[in-house]
């Protein structure tokens, strides 16, 4: 079983900052991609930014400049740092994980239980 536990959501103004991680844990033998992303109220979840295991990164256009997305493969850890957030940036980021529990298992996604992002004044 592969757990993902997520941290560092919270209230904060516009133009504000916040740092999401997540830290895998469990039975998993390799980790591929990990990525983040959100669902606002009404709408459908979109992607925010993967990164793969090579540290290749990939950002939605509406938070490029803005979101910087890293990991610690040490750790199986992944970071969202997010600068100059606006209201649009509301929503529950989800954690995304692409890995293998095993050495002949094929990649599985796995999914944090989402951390909430709310930016008001």
């Known amino acids: 079983q592969v757990q993902l536990v997520e941290s560092g959501g919270g209230l904060v103004q516009p133009g504000g900052s916040l740092r999401l991680s997540c830290a895998a844990s469990g039975s998993i033998f390799r980790i591929n991609a990990m990525g983040w992303y959100r669902q606002a109220p009404g709408k459908e979840r979109v992607l925010v930014a993967t990164?793969?295991?090579?540290?290749?990164?990939n950002y939605a256009d509406s938070v490029k400049g803005r979101f910087t997305i890293s990991r610690d493969n040490a750790k199986n850890t992944v970071y969202l740092q997010m600068n100059s957030l606006n209201p649009e940036d509301t929503a529950v980021y989800y954690c995304?994980?692409?890995?293998?529990?095993?050495?002949?298992?094929?990649?599985?996604?796995?999914w944090g239980q989402g951390t909430q992002v709310t930016v008001s004044s």
């Open positions: 990164i793969g295991s090579g540290g290749n990164t």
């Open positions: 995304n994980v692409v890995g293998s529990p095993g050495l002949w298992s094929s990649p599985r996604t796995f």
